[in-house]
């Protein structure tokens, strides 16, 4: 048993290298490849706080992620998106792991237009790290800026900075770098076509290129699939929606680990003139 909890506690631990796809809450942005800086949904919150003034009313989200059917790599997320005057606030709490090896990450961010087609955000996110025996805990405070910018009615594009150390776990004050910087595109070919591409470059990394296709058959109902290089997997899902309520379901398969599944449901709330 004793070999079975460190071999788990490895595992947890080595997720920490992996890139921020396989960390994604959102159902959506993860069956689309990972490629989510120009989603403008409630999962903005966590992925590009510079998305989130085109809200227009309250959303709240749920979301449940389980890697390689093993309870123990499941994470569980929470998110709400908040309109307030010319912006837009947002928050996002992530758990992942189990009794003797998890993480919780918390963030706060704000997305504010400065015109008609641009908008820029930034975020602070606490995250604290918990290892079982005598390994103790860990914190790290660190923020990220991002931009959304629409080129014409059919191409937008998005970028990110993300995880700039305040602190670091190993209490390291010379690292004046970002861990990640991201840059993305989203392409509308027509009102049922989406094309994503997104290429993330992390500081002890190689390029890590996402790709993704959305396909309405209902303006309700619509099909994804996708696929990223580090490490290289491909994914596949769906999302419904009704008047107030978005569900998503997505399936990524890992060449070597297996598959990974998560659902996300979120709740858009009225405004006060009535409209959703």
Not at 195 to 223: C, M, P, R
Not at 230 to 245: H, Q
């Amino acid at each position: 048993m004793c070999f079975v909890q460190r071999s788990l506690t490895l595992l947890c631990f080595l997720f920490l290298f992996l890139p921020a796809h396989s960390q994604n809450p959102s159902s959506r942005a993860s069956a689309f490849g990972g490629a989510s800086l120009c989603f403008a949904d409630v999962w903005a919150s966590n992925n590009n706080p510079a998305a989130l003034c085109q809200l227009k009313q309250a959303v709240a989200a749920t979301a449940f992620y389980n890697r390689f059917v093993m309870k123990e790599l499941s994470t569980a997320a929470i998110a709400l998106a908040l309109p307030a005057g010319k912006g837009s606030w947002g928050f996002c709490y992530q758990r992942f792991g189990y009794s003797l090896y998890n993480e919780n990450n918390i963030g706060l961010s704000y997305g504010l237009p400065l015109g008609a087609a641009l908008s820029m955000g930034a975020a602070f996110r606490f995250s604290n790290i918990r290892q079982g025996d005598i390994y103790g805990t860990q914190h790290r405070l660190h923020a990220e800026l991002s931009f959304l910018s629409y080129l014409n009615d059919r191409l937008s594009v998005g970028g990110r900075i993300k995880e700039i150390s305040l602190n670091s776990f190993n209490k390291r004050k010379n690292q004046p770098y970002p861990s990640a910087i991201q840059l993305s595109g989203l392409y509308k070919v027509s009102a049922k076509v989406n094309l994503g591409l997104e290429v993330e470059k992390q500081v002890h990394s190689s390029l890590n290129w996402k790709t993704g296709i959305e396909y309405f058959f209902h303006s309700d109902f619509a099909v994804r699939a996708g696929c990223c290089t580090m490490p290289f997997s491909t994914s596949f899902g769906f999302g419904y929606k009704t008047k107030n309520v978005c569900i998503d379901l997505h399936n990524l398969y890992n060449f070597t680990l297996g598959v990974s599944s998560g659902i996300s449901l979120s709740y858009h709330f009225q405004s006060s003139n009535g409209t959703k």
